[in-house]
């Protein structure tokens, strides 16, 4: 048997093979040359620039999303994610309507009223002064009454404004403005009163001068408060009524989300439902047809009471008021007896009566506006009656005037302010027609005014409930997946 030897010497170095000399050590290449003032890098290691915490984050995003577990991580985030930027887009944007439809029914609308019932009350308290006037020493206790009322009735309004108004809002000026003239006027018609009773001429010029004072200063402020509350009002309309595009989109975009989850989830694993899912979808559709139905059904109540309320009240206030000054115009018709006049034209009019043809005019304007916009009998019937007084009114008028410029001034005195066949009985129907329908178009208005804030009770924390739910259902269900993989 042969052995293989474990060791063997060298060969002699005299074999003859050639013996190839050592490599001497290489110097490594030198350094770059580092910039002046720039720090040195430390020793022993290789200087490299540091890198971001955000880069970092971004490339562990992308690491995981290689993996189902990160992918799930990352849908479940999104998912609830979307959810709740659902939730609270449509809390957000119905509170806001939820309140401009409430400051429609308690707040805004209310105010116009009341800013309407200052101006009326105004010029009828001018209308039953001059009345008075005209009765001279013989004025009734109801003359008197009425125009006690009308004071008052206009000071509680305008407290009643000035505790709504916003300190810094024009109205406030108005207010203000108001309650500053009010005792002038009033003091200047007792002061017509007295010398009138005395049998003094000048007694006439305090009632004109406070016939200027209510037609120059205080109306046009009564009717600019009553323009900036009805522009309030208007504004909350506006803020009410739009449709909530952005909560929508965002409902219709988790929803799609939410979709293509459990169809990739179906795909993957064969699974028909995902429990969590299938909740978070279930509550998010609740919340959008919530949405859209409820905000829907409050528009509409919203356009009805606008429609059918708001609008015929502000026809009813003007006619209310046009009746008012033509009432005024045709007293004060009698009391200045020519002293005033008017030029249109080449012809020279009595001023007063000028100004009630005027007025008359767009009493029949309002009045036809009003008839038109009337929905129902009940609406309708007071403003027909109102119209046929109006008519009857004209020619009583035409009467009176007839009179006067013959000279029969006892005649015409009687004709306007008589207790029987007069135009004063016009005027009183006029005006009581007119109280009738917009007490009716009032009810109307808050009506469908409830109707439309009702709609949104709740809506807001409701979605904001159902949104915390969903987003919990999509995080649980996605969890259920990620234990899979456990």
């Not at 620039?49 to 880069?55: G, I, K």
């Not at 809002?169 to 010398?195: D, F, M, Q, V």
């Not at 269900?477 to 993989?485: A, V």
Request: proline share 6%; charged share 20%.
């Amino acid at each position: 048997m042969t052995y293989t030897p474990k060791s063997s010497t060298p060969p002699p170095a005299s074999s003859g093979l050639p013996i190839l000399p050592a490599v001497p050590a290489q110097a490594s290449p030198p350094a770059p040359a580092r910039p002046p003032g720039s720090p040195a890098a430390p020793h022993g290691s290789p200087q490299s620039p540091r890198r971001t915490a955000f880069a970092e984050g971004l490339d562990r995003l992308r690491t995981a999303a290689t993996t189902e577990p990160g992918r799930l991580r990352i849908i479940g985030a999104l998912l609830a994610l979307l959810v709740i930027a659902f939730g609270s887009v449509t809390a957000w944007q119905m509170t806001d309507r939820a309140a401009a439809a409430d400051d429609i029914l308690t707040s805004s609308q209310p105010l116009t009223s009341d800013a309407a019932d200052i101006y009326r009350s105004l010029a009828d308290a001018n209308t039953a002064a001059s009345s008075g006037f005209l009765a001279g020493g013989q004025e009734s206790a109801t003359t008197r009454d009425r125009y006690e009322k009308d004071i008052r009735t206009a000071a509680e309004k305008l407290v009643n404004a000035a505790a709504n108004a916003n300190p810094d809002s024009p109205s406030t000026a108005k207010i203000a403005e108001l309650n500053r003239l009010l005792p002038e006027y009033k003091g200047l018609i007792e002061r017509a009163r007295t010398y009138n009773r005395q049998g003094f001429p000048v007694g006439g010029a305090y009632l004109r001068y406070a016939n200027e004072k209510m037609q120059q200063q205080m109306l046009p402020a009564a009717e600019d408060l009553y323009q900036k509350e009805n522009q309030r009002l208007e504004a909350d309309y506006a803020d009410a009524r739009p449709y909530p595009w952005a909560a929508i989109a965002l409902g219709v975009l988790a929803l799609a989300a939410l979709a293509w989850s459990q169809h990739r989830t179906y795909r993957r694993t064969n699974r028909v439902l995902n429990h969590g899912l299938v909740a978070a979808t279930a509550t998010a559709t609740v919340v959008l047809l919530w949405l859209v139905v409820g905000h829907s059904v409050a528009r509409a109540a919203l356009d009805d009471s606008y429609d059918h309320g708001v609008r015929s009240l502000n026809v009813l206030h003007d006619a209310r008021i046009a009746s008012l000054k033509a009432r005024g115009n045709e007293n004060l018709t009698l009391v200045a007896r020519g002293a005033e006049t008017k030029k249109v034209g080449d012809r020279t009019y009595d001023a007063y009566d000028h100004d009630f043809g005027t007025d008359i005019k767009a009493l029949g304007a309002r009045l036809e506006a009003a008839g038109k916009l009337a929905d129902d009998a009940a609406g309708e019937r007071p403003v027909t009656t109102a119209t046929g007084n109006m008519k009857e009114w004209q020619k009583r008028h035409a009467a009176a005037r007839e009179q006067d410029e013959n000279g029969n001034y006892q005649q015409a005195l009687d004709l306007v302010i008589g207790a029987k066949g007069a135009t004063g009985e016009c005027f009183d129907s006029v005006d009581a027609n007119l109280r009738a329908a917009l007490a009716h178009e009032e009810t109307e208005f808050r009506h469908a005014a409830g109707d439309g804030r009702d709609a949104l009770t709740g809506l807001p924390a409701g979605a904001a409930v159902l949104a915390v739910l969903g987003a919990a259902g999509a995080v649980l269900g996605i969890g259920r997946r990620l234990s899979e993989y456990r």
